[in-house]
T-cell receptor, first 113, second 115 residues
Framework: GNSVTQMEGPVTLSEEAFLTINCTYT??????LFWYVQYPGEGLQLLLK?????DKGSNKGFEATYRKETTSFHLEKGSVQVSDSAVYFC????????????FGAGTRLFVKA | KAGVTQTPRYLIKTRGQQVTLSCSPI?????VSWYQQTPGQGLQFLFE???????NKGNFPGRFSGRQFSNSRSEMNVSTLELGDSALYLC??????????????FGDGTRLSIL
């Protein structure tokens, strides 16, 4: 079945550091890929998406590129801020998976001032 | 445009009771999905409704059920509550068609605590 694997956290960075959160997936067909962010006490917010190979999703300084050859969708940001502290979820959605969204386990990010 | 609204935000129940959670999707969205989020198991898919019909179901016992109304609002019911049902229950909505490209939009969840 479809699955998503992302790096375990927590990840602790200093402000203005470079961020990478790794995400790889297993899926039949051509899934759409997403990154969601969850702030304390809130639900998940869509951060960015990519719907086909080589697409780059971007939002609020975050970027991720859909790499079909490596089945990866790594999240990157050039300079993190304290306000980026949250839990980040990689996810996929595919008609072969019955349109269920499959989530990774989540990666908690702490950014220190 | 109003987002996904879940009520109530917090709920405390005791073992053996039942509970009903409510979700109002974004206007125009016809698909509503429910997830259970716990520290140990992460996000687990419960079920999805589209046009008042259950379209997908996760691996949860029959104590967990749901329904969707003609206005796309959805309710989730859990009967005979157990301590392990303590979790954040998240509702997500999407258009329901052209699903490969459509992200789900989440509410802030209902935090259910079982005493």
């Amino acid at each position: 079945g479809n699955s998503v694997t992302q790096m375990e956290g927590p990840v602790t960075l200093s402000e203005e550091a470079f961020l990478t959160i790794n995400c790889t997936y297993t899926a039949t067909g051509y899934p759409s890929l997403f990154w969601y962010v969850q702030y304390p006490g809130e639900g998940l917010q869509l951060l960015l998406k990519a719907t086909k190979a080589d697409d780059k999703g971007s939002n609020k300084g975050f970027e991720a590129t859909y790499r079909k050859e490596t089945t990866s969708f790594h999240l990157e940001k050039g300079s993190v801020q304290v306000s980026d502290s949250a839990v980040y979820f990689c996810a996929l959605r595919s008609h072969t998976g019955g349109f269920k969204t499959i989530f990774g386990a989540g990666t908690r990010l702490f950014v220190k001032a | 445009k109003a987002g996904v609204t879940q009520t109530p935000r917090y709920l405390i129940k005791t073992r053996g009771q039942q509970v009903t959670l409510s979700c109002s999707p974004i206007s125009g969205h016809r698909s509503v999905s429910w997830y259970q989020q716990t520290p140990g198991q992460g996000l687990q898919f419960l079920f999805e409704y589209f046009s008042e019909t259950q379209r997908n179901k996760g691996n949860f016992p029959g104590r967990f059920s749901g329904r969707q109304f003609s206005n796309s609002r959805s309710e989730m019911n859990v009967s005979t509550l157990e301590l392990g049902d303590s979790a954040l229950y998240l509702c997500a909505s999407s258009l329901g068609t052209g699903e490969d490209n459509q992200p789900q939009h989440f509410g802030d969840g209902t935090r259910l605590s079982i005493l």
